[in-house]
């Protein structure tokens, strides 16, 4: 009883300072619910995140892009209510903030119209949080675009992928979600795999050629394929036979760095052994070297000049 007849003074303070200064004590509010729900959000993203955490321990695969989505959706929401909670503490605008309220389905099908294309970025931007064709760190190729990158990030709008040159796309997510997409690591733990073409001449050894070929791919530090491995003889060109070979590893970039080497390697190999790689020659004649030589005609002879004898007569 004395807690509660102690408590009543400071209620009546406050009160009292409410109807004094309005103006500040709504201020005073406003502030304190944006603090509030600034707390609120760090503290739900740090959940989210240890959430994550221990889910990817468990499941060992990681969906950043559920993560990420998930937790901008919340953040918003929760930035929203503080916001719309904040408003209302002034009396002024509490029946603006609640009409707003109420026509909020007619203001939503309206803003859908007028941003149509934001809407369907936010849209598929759901869809690939919840079937998750890619993740971040992922090999994709846009096949319609000619895109290939890695998934460096997604937002509610757009996804960014990361190219070979190091740049950066800013791809829609509406784009994300109807395009043809080459995932190389949609399956983790499956090696990848990539074919070694080259061309052997007619008159090399062609079993010593597939022999060499089959050593140099198997003998590769980052080769993790079958052995032995199976050299194909793929078929007879004009300037060669040609071989093929399989390179598998572990991940598309030691396949990248796999195959250029075993490349170098086959070169020289194939040299020190005596097989002969065929390659195009141009051979470029001058045609006066080539076409004989017209006789030249000989030059009419020109007539001799007479000599004119001019006889003088005496008188």
């Known amino acids: 009883m004395q807690r509660n007849k102690g408590g009543m003074p400071r209620v009546k303070a406050v009160q009292e300072f409410a109807e004094k200064m309005p103006i500040l004590y709504a201020a005073m509010k406003i502030i304190l619910v944006l603090i ?43 930035y929203i209510i503080g916001v719309i909670i904040a408003v209302k503490q002034v009396p002024a605008l509490s029946t603006a903030v609640t009409a707003l309220l109420a026509g909020s389905g007619i203001l939503a099908v309206a803003l859908s119209f007028a941003a149509q294309e934001s809407v369907g970025n936010l849209v598929s931007g759901v869809f690939i949080s919840i079937f998750r064709p890619f993740d971040v760190g992922d090999r994709v190729q846009i096949r319609a675009q000619d895109i290939t990158g890695y998934i460096e990030d997604i937002t509610l709008r757009h996804t960014v992928i990361r190219t070979i040159l190091g740049t950066r796309l800013i791809v829609p997510n509406s784009l994300m979600g109807s395009a043809v997409i080459e995932n190389t690591n949609f399956r983790e733990g499956e090696p990848t795999r990539n074919f070694v073409d080259i061309q052997v001449s007619y008159d090399s050894d062609l079993a010593l050629a597939r022999r060499l070929m089959e050593e140099v791919v198997t003998s590769h530090p980052l080769y993790t394929g079958p052995k032995p491995l199976t050299v194909f003889v793929r078929q007879f060109d004009s300037s060669g036979i040609a071989l093929r070979a399989t390179m598998t590893t572990a991940t598309v970039d030691d396949n990248f760095l796999a195959c250029s080497e075993v490349r170098q390697q086959l070169k020289e190999t194939f040299s020190a052994n005596g097989v002969t790689i065929p390659f195009t020659t141009v051979t470029i004649s001058n045609l006066k070297d080539i076409l004989p030589r017209e006789e030249t005609p000989a030059r009419a002879q020109e007539p001799e000049e007479e000599e004119l004898v001019c006889n003088k007569s005496d008188d």
């Open 36 to 78: 509030v729900t600034r707390l609120l959000a760090m503290l739900l993203k740090l959940i989210l995140k240890k959430t994550e955490k221990a889910r990817t321990r468990i499941t060992k695969r990681s969906n950043y892009i559920g993560y990420k989505l998930l937790n901008n959706v919340l953040i918003i929401a929760l």
